[in-house]
């Protein structure tokens, strides 16, 4: 899995960064601890929990 941006979020609705948010959690589900993968799906659902937070202010 691939970082997914602030700059990558911006662009998308609220609808389709929910739906990302459950796809990179799903994949922060299956990956391996301390792995690539693990770290840029957490990294992700970070940027999208701070992406869905600026819109609701």
Known sequence: MRLIT???LAKLSSAELHKLQR???GALVRSDFGTVTRRNALASLEN???EL???ML
Do not use: A, K, V
């Open 23 to 25: 796809t990179t959690f």
């Open 6 to 8: 602030r700059f990558d």
């Open 48 to 50: 999208i929990e701070r």
């Open 53 to 55: 937070i600026l819109r």
